[in-house]
Structure formats: structure tokens, C-alpha cells
């Protein structure tokens, strides 16, 4: 599924502000599947797995449906060639992209598993 990708920057810059957008979109969703997975004695491995999931469905599914559209359909005509990548925002950075969102989402992922295990209650206590 694709997002709004038209205020984002081009090349490297582009890739960045996608990777931050797969770090908050990873360290959420790992939240939110961790509160839930507790609940239901889920595994850690399998709250990972699901958060990783979602969030690359999330952040990156539509990069990552473009560049497997542009790798393996049968493009057989310019004009069809020219119409998909109209259609999409920086084709020429869409590897980098795609680099970036998947390495967002471990970052992101590993960020809310270092948040998820830390005291808050033991690092907020009043001494006294």
C-alpha cells in the first residue's frame, strides 16, 4: 500500500525520511504487538515476526510491489513502461528506498524490544 510519497526528497534523502517514517512504523507496531502478545503469552519470537510483518507491509509494501512489478511483469511497450513509472515517485531511488524502510523497520523493531524491557516503574520511583 502505498503512502502520500510526493513531499518526500529524491535519491538518498528520500530513502532517509522513508527509513524514519519504517523506525516509528516498527518501534509502534512491536509496542503494540508486545501489550497485546503478553496477553496472550505470545513468544517473543513470534511478537518479532509479526511486528516485522506488519511493519514492512505498512512502510515498505508498495515500494516493495514496485520494484517486484518492474522486475518480473512483461513491460512489452514504451508507453506501458512510461505510464507505471509515472506513477511512481522516484523510480531511479526506488532501490535505496527500499534499503532504507527494511532497515527502518529492524531499527525501529529493535527500539521498541529495548523500550519494551526496561523498569519504567523501577527508573521513575521517587527516592526519598
Same mark, same amino acid.
Given at each position: 500500500?502505498?503512502?502520500?510519497?510526493?513531499?518526500?526528497?529524491?535519491?538518498?534523502?528520500?530513502?532517509?525520511?522513508?527509513?524514519?517514517?519504517?523506525?516509528?512504523?516498527?518501534?509502534?507496531? /512491536?509496542?503494540?504487538? !508486545?501489550?497485546?502478545?503478553?496477553?496472550?503469552?505470545?513468544?517473543?519470537?513470534?511478537?518479532?515476526? *509479526?511486528? /516485522?510483518?506488519?511493519?514492512?507491509?505498512?512502510?515498505?509494501?508498495?515500494?516493495? *510491489?514496485?520494484? /517486484?512489478?518492474?522486475?518480473?511483469?512483461?513491460?512489452?511497450?514504451?508507453?506501458?513502461?512510461?505510464?507505471?513509472?509515472?506513477?511512481? !515517485?522516484?523510480?531511479?531511488?526506488?532501490?535505496?528506498?527500499? *534499503?532504507?524502510?527494511?532497515?527502518?523497520?529492524?531499527?525501529?523493531?529493535?527500539?521498541? *524490544?529495548?523500550?519494551?524491557?526496561?523498569?519504567?516503574?523501577?527508573?521513575?520511583?521517587?527516592?526519598?
Amino acid at each position: 500500500m502505498h503512502y502520500d510519497q510526493s513531499w518526500m526528497g529524491y535519491g538518498i534523502v528520500g530513502g532517509l525520511q522513508a527509513g524514519a517514517i519504517s523506525v516509528l512504523a516498527g518501534c509502534l507496531l /512491536f509496542a503494540l504487538i !508486545h501489550w497485546l502478545g503478553g496477553r496472550q503469552r505470545w513468544s517473543l519470537g513470534a511478537q518479532l515476526g *509479526w511486528s /516485522f510483518l506488519l511493519a514492512t507491509l505498512l512502510s515498505a509494501g508498495g515500494d516493495l *510491489w514496485d520494484m /517486484f512489478y518492474l522486475n518480473y511483469a512483461q513491460l512489452q511497450s514504451l508507453p506501458l513502461l512510461q505510464a507505471k513509472l509515472a506513477q511512481m !515517485h522516484d523510480p531511479d531511488g526506488l532501490g535505496t528506498r527500499v *534499503w532504507c524502510e527494511l532497515s527502518g523497520v529492524v531499527l525501529g523493531i529493535g527500539a521498541g *524490544w529495548l523500550l519494551c524491557q526496561i523498569d519504567w516503574r523501577r527508573v521513575f520511583r521517587r527516592r526519598g
